[in-house]
């Protein structure tokens, strides 16, 4: 893990670990360490909420003293079986695999990387805002506007198989960029936050998609509900594995996004400026950048990203628009990127787990009748322990220092 | 700090302690009943199951049928987004469940390509037309129901005045509008009056009035007022939740203004604004649903649509409640009239949302 810009200048320690010191010390101090006991505890915290909401239990908990023992053996089986039914959704189903089939051996995998891939280009986005210094609430109404350009070629053109796909990609990526790149233009013009314009801009692309799934050209006939026609097939991402599973082109894309980032931010002179804006843009300014730019570029490309995330969900996921194209994925990409320290390759690997709890929970919700809402509180749990490193320290009764890597991004907005 | 987390602790065993005096009940002859099991599974759409529409509504038909058949056995997934729609379908696919309910048009086409994957899985989808053999469609003409309540407004605005709005300007929402609108134009037609309908007309499906949110009591609230204040005296929300607020304006009139409700009873689902309930439009989705669980699992699975009708109980108006000694017996008959007329075709609905 990169230490990123952001670090408090209070803390001139370097945080890479001393040999010689106190091993509980380097532990505390490690960011993977921090987000593997982070997950640890959330994965606690969902156990109990588990156990609550299975009705064998809480009927067992009315006699708990004349018979503890059904209170918890009913407790801890709900447990089990709706964390294995998280594993069975997410990664490896060994009943359906044992039919042999492609869908059943690779069929949970494929949900959990369909799940990731919008949340890691989501997560990119954010997290490549963050580094400029910038928290980019937007991702919301970037997904949206990303979603309608490539939905509108995707199904209102008609054009030849491969030449459609990248066309209706790239009006994706131009709607997001544009709607990302009004924001950072307007900090940089007018100093208007970036968190209120991003919000105000979420609002505007909602209401923007709820007034055009009313118009006649943009519905699908006859009977409309609030949705719009199907994406033509020559638009479409293609299934990577088969038709029997939905994973698709989208995953190499976001891969690839991922790469991009990566390079941008490490090797390139705009992903400098990107990162010096970040650290201190006084002295980025001094040293002759211009922040103002930069803030427009950096959004550009942020909300680009997004647009990307809108893509996959349009001509992948989802082949048609609806109100709830964005599917919470903006918000959600925020907790990515924060569990994902804003580095490409940790925005990756949060992705997945993210996506893995997701397609995990529809089978847990199935198979045990737990509440789908677990995997939520799992998540936000996750994060809440990472944006305070000194918590989860204090549960495991680790040692470290003052601020880490993870709170220096949630209060990043704000200096 | 300590001290506080001192008399939580002793709070929380306290109430352990209450809560955990019962004894450990010694039968558990339940659910032993003869008979195969059948599995009967529902996947919501966003909302939850408890979101005073059609989720609830649709469910309630399960429970209804649990309760008439225990050899049922129900269980429903909820739909956090959109992209839960594929997965939950196939989650219960694989489940194994012997019929699969999906509820709300927008799942149609995930209904479709899920029931084309596995063409022996049986499915019905409430608020959609039949896509394949394995598929039953439930579908509602409540421009019917709406209708009567169109009529029955008309006749007893004292402004000549009634209004009506909607949560989105789609046919499922719009339809109704269409159906009251309609009756009002009837009233005036064979009473020769000039009661007016704030918000809507069937002429002009692009304006109306609408609180693009099913679930904004606050919207819903600001609306309705604004309606009243141009003079209407009854409100019909077709928007769900929202629709509260329209109770709630009704409430702050002090008994000037009533409301007639959506979908389901008002005076069950929304008791606390009775009151000012007139009657309610309803959609008969949880009886539609429970005939066809019932019905498949008894073996026999429909195909084809369902379309809820005046006729078949599938729309019409839900008790008066409150109002049942304010409403005339010449109008309760004139309704039962016009109810029959619907029926027999003698009064056609002009309405282009209807299911077909």
Redesign the interface.
Known sequence: MSQTSTAPPAEPAAPTPEPGRSGRRRLGDSPVVVTALAFVAAIVVGGVLIAVSDEQTRNA???????PW?TFRYGFSAIWEAYKALFE?AIFNPG?ASSGTIAGIFGPIS?TLV?ATPLILGGLSVGLAFRAGLFNIGGQGQIIAGAICAGYVGFAWHLPPVIHLIVAAVAGILGGAVWGGIAGFLKAKTGAHEVISTIMLNYVAY?LL?FL??VESFQRPP?????SN?ILGSARLPHLLGG?L?LHLGLVIALLAAYGVHWLLTRSTLGFEFRAVGANQNAARTAGMSVGATYTRVMLIAGGLAGLAGVT?ILG????I?Q??D??IGFDAITVALLGRANAGGTVLAGILFGAL??GG??M???T?T???VV?VIQAVIVLFIAAPALVRGIFRLKGSGAGTGQALAKGWNG | MRHALKITAATGAGL??L???????TSNASSSSSGKAFKA?MVLD?GGVDDRSFNESSYAGFQAANKANPNIKI?Y??S?????Y???LN??V??GCDTIVAVG??M??AVKSTAT?HPDQKFAQVD??SQGDNIYGLQYNTAQGGFLGGYLAAAMSKTGKVGTWGG?????VTIYMDGFWEGVQYYNKTKDKHVQVLGWTEKNQ?AGTFS?SFTDQNKGKTISQAQIQQGADIIFPVAGGAGLGAGAAAQASGGKVSVIWVDTDGCESASQYCNYFLTSVTKGITKSVQEYTEKAASGTFPTGNYIGTLENGGTGLAPFHTFDSKVPADLKSELDQIKADIISGKITITSP?Q?K
Do not use: H, M
Request: glycine share 8%; charged share 15%.
């Open positions: 908990a009315t006699y708990f003293f004349s018979y059904d959704g359906r949900e799940s209401y709820a799934l009313s009977y409309g509900q609030a949705i199907s029997s939905r969900q996921t989802n082949p048609a609806t709830d194209i599917a919470g997701r397609a529809v089978q919700q199935s198979s009748g509440p789908i809402d939520d | 352990l302690l809560a955990g005096c019962g004894s450990k009940p599974c966003t269980s997934v909820a956090n987004s959109q992209n839960d594929v997965p939950n989650a219960e694989n489940k048009g927008l149609a086409d994957a959609n037309a989105l300007n789609i046919p499922p692009k693009q949302s299911p």
